[in-house]
């Protein structure tokens, strides 16, 4: 180590510089170097899925066919009234 333009020698106990000293120790500093190596820890994270299905009412149109027989009677021709003697084209028409 140098100081100015002198040299220290330290010999495990004493310093020379022309002289002897008792060196001083001073508590330690603490140099901390963390260091950080990976655990794995399992962390369960539950999850549940529902499936509901869901009822949508959809109209579906269906006709109902009814069919019925219908017989129109005229009723009975009374006297002037007949076609068949008096048609469109007058009375013998179908002659």
């Given amino acids: 180590m140098q100081i100015g333009m002198k ?3 330290y010999n495990g106990g ?3 510089m022309g ?3 008792q060196p001083i120790f001073c508590d330690p500093q603490q140099i ?3 260091f950080y190596t990976p655990r794995v820890v399992p962390v369960i994270h539950p999850v549940e899925i529902v499936n509901r299905q869901n009822i949508v009412n959809v109209p579906r149109h269906i006709p109902q066919v009814v069919q019925r027989n ?5 009723g ?3 006297p002037g009234q007949c076609d ?3 048609g ?3 009375p013998g028409w179908f002659f």
Avoid: L, N, S
Wanted: aromatic share 16%; charged share 20%.
């Fill in 7 to 9: 040299f220290i020698i």
């Fill in 76 to 78: 009975y021709p009374g």
């Fill in 84 to 86: 068949f003697c008096h």
């Fill in 32 to 34: 901390v170097r963390d």
């Fill in 88 to 90: 469109p084209k007058g």
């Fill in 70 to 74: 219908v017989v129109v009677d005229p």
């Fill in 19 to 21: 002289h002897q000293q």
């Fill in 14 to 16: 004493d310093f020379q």
